[in-house]
Structures are given as C-alpha cells and as structure tokens.
C-alpha cells in the first residue's frame, strides 16, 4: 500500500519560515472502485503508523520520520521495514534547513491527476470534516525496525 499512495509536497509560510508539507491520499483507481469505508479504513491505518491525529489545534510531533539521502526524502512508517521516497529536491532542501515537516494524511481518495484547486479544495473540506490527520514528522536516523 505505501508505493500506492499519493503523496503531495508543498512549502507553507509558517512563523517565518517555510515549512514543508507532505500530504497523503489514497489514489483514485483507475478501474475498480473500492468503498469508502475501505478507503477510510486504509487511510486510518495509514494515519496511525504515522502517528498522525485529527487536525486540531494542537499538532503533535511524531518523531523522527524522514531520513534525507541525496536529494530525496524517505517517509518511515511504524512496524514495517518499508519507506516511502519523495522525489522532490526542493522539498528535500527545505526539509533538510527546517529539519521538519508537516505530514497530513486524508482520509479519503483523491485523484492522483487533481488539480492544484482541487487539491485546495480537498484538503478544505477535509479538515473542515475532521478528516485530516496532521503530525510534525522530524528529520533523522530511520525509526527502529525500518531499514
């Protein structure tokens, strides 16, 4: 499921700097169409081994879960060995000044071809419907266990 999943960075003005921000969705499918409690469910189990909560007022930090190789990122998930790597050098680069960043999980599919007001939009309605998980990830040493 993590190679499966959509993942979407941008930079955020936050307190006077940039802070990255990676969101994940659960990908559309192009022919079958699974229902949405399953994509719920799926993305709640994805929420979790991140450690992410439901956006609030409070985000927590989750610790250490971005590992920096060359001009990618790699997204550790609790009890499994596997990482998702993000390919985006400029994200990297600002992951690696602010040693952070925000990772926002939604809980329902979102097309991997969405615009960018689409997107916007998704992630509107989403916190707005309490289907936002939001988390402070930081930047280290893999978690243990990941390899």
């Given at each position: ?13 936050s ?15 192009q ?7 399953v994509?719920?469910?799926?993305m709640?189990h994805?929420?979790?081994?991140l ?15 971005l590992?920096?190789?060359g001009?990618?990122?790699?997204l ?6 596997y ?14 000044v602010?040693?952070?960043?925000l990772l926002?999980?939604?809980l ?11 997107v ?6 989403a916190?707005a ?9 930081r ?7 990941a390899?």
């Open positions: 499921m993590i190679a499966r999943l959509n993942a979407r960075t941008w930079l955020a003005p307190e006077g700097e940039l802070l990255p921000v990676l969101m994940l969705t659960y990908p559309a499918p022919f079958d169409e699974p229902s949405p409690d994509v719920e469910a799926t709640r994805v929420a979790a081994s450690g992410t909560v439901a956006a609030g007022p409070v985000v927590p930090e989750v610790g250490v879960r590992t920096l190789r001009p990618d990122a790699l550790w998930f609790t009890d499994t060995a990482a998702l790597k993000i390919a985006h050098p400029r994200w990297t680069r600002a992951v690696n602010s040693d952070r960043a926002a999980v939604g329902d599919e979102l097309s991997p071809v969405a615009t960018a007001a689409e916007d939009e998704y992630r509107e309605a916190r419907a309490e289907r936002m998980h939001l988390g402070i990830a930047v280290g040493r893999p978690i243990r266990g390899k």
